[in-house]
Nanobody, 123 residues
Framework: QVQLVESGGGLVQAGGSLRLSCAAS????????MGWFRQAPGKERDFVAV????????SYADSVKGRFTISRDNAKNTVYVQMNSLKPEDRAGYYC????????????????WGQGTQVTVSS
């Protein structure tokens, strides 16, 4: 079992930045590919970004490419997403997830999920 706890959400003006963190409970954190997803009210949960086990590989949704950066620190059991140039359409609950299988943008490949942190972007 892996417990994931997100932090860093909040209210920011359009064009601003936020850094989300996700702390994992297990020392075997480096065994998991880690992803970020988001869900806006009334919408499905969408892929944002994924980082592989070592941190050497990343992938992004087209909607955030060039603005968001995912990274991880395996010594701290933590994954991050730096979000720059935020837009009102980035408003959502942001969730981190851990996958012990494939490096994937598909939510059904992830085994563990955090409770989420809310990001609100004002125009």
């Amino acid at each position: 079992q892996v417990q994931l706890v997100e932090s860093g959400g909040g209210l920011v003006q359009a064009g601003g930045s936020l850094r989300l963190s996700c702390a994992a409970s297990r020392r075997t954190f480096s065994n998991y590919n880690m992803g970020w997803f988001r869900q806006a009210p009334g919408k499905e949960r969408d892929f944002v970004a994924v980082v592989n086990r070592s941190g050497s590989g990343t992938s992004y949704a087209d909607s955030v490419k060039g603005r968001f950066t995912i990274s991880r620190d395996n010594a701290k059991n933590t994954v991050y997403v730096q979000m720059n140039s935020l837009k009102p359409e980035d408003r959502a609950g942001y969730y981190c997830a851990a996958a012990n299988g494939y490096y994937s943008a598909s939510a059904n490949q992830y085994n563990y999920w955090g409770q989420g942190t809310q990001v609100t972007v004002s125009s």
